[in-house]
């Protein structure tokens, strides 16, 4: 499967954003789905997950309740809102699929699209 993440881009803090994972290639309900980001000069960490059926969810501490990753099947497209939007969360975001259940640990993941920039500035 092939993924490509956009909507990033340039907002103030307390803004919001909506990034798309668009999906090819394969059938996209097979695939668990994961938002991971990268900070400069960080690690990658993980975001947000969903199910394949669009059911179950998780999410990282410093996101829940500001985040909200949901997937339309029929579209190939997961997405990732995010609201309340802080400085520290600028950071380059990369969607991932895997075909088995929902992971929190990047090298668990199989598939990546390339990422898109967040910048949230104060």
């Known amino acids: 499967v092939q993924l490509q993440a956009s909507g990033g881009g340039l907002v103030q803090a307390g803004s919001s954003l909506r990034l798309s994972c668009a999906a090819s290639?394969?059938?996209?309900?097979?695939?668990?789905v994961g938002w991971f980001r990268q900070a400069p000069g960080k690690e990658r960490e993980f975001v947000a997950t969903?199910?394949?059926?669009?059911?179950?969810?998780y999410y990282a501490d410093s996101v829940k309740g500001r985040f909200t990753i949901s997937r339309d099947n029929a579209k190939n497209t997961v997405y990732l809102q995010m609201n309340s939007l802080k400085p520290e969360d600028t950071a380059v975001y990369f969607c991932?699929?895997?075909?088995?259940?929902?992971?929190?640990?990047?090298?668990?993941?199989?598939?990546w699209g390339q990422g898109t920039l967040v910048t949230v500035s104060s």
């Open positions: 969903v199910s394949k059926n669009g059911v179950n969810t």
């Open positions: 290639g394969r059938t996209f309900s097979d695939y668990s």
């Open positions: 991932a699929a895997r075909t088995l259940a929902i992971a929190t640990m990047a090298p668990e993941y199989d598939y």
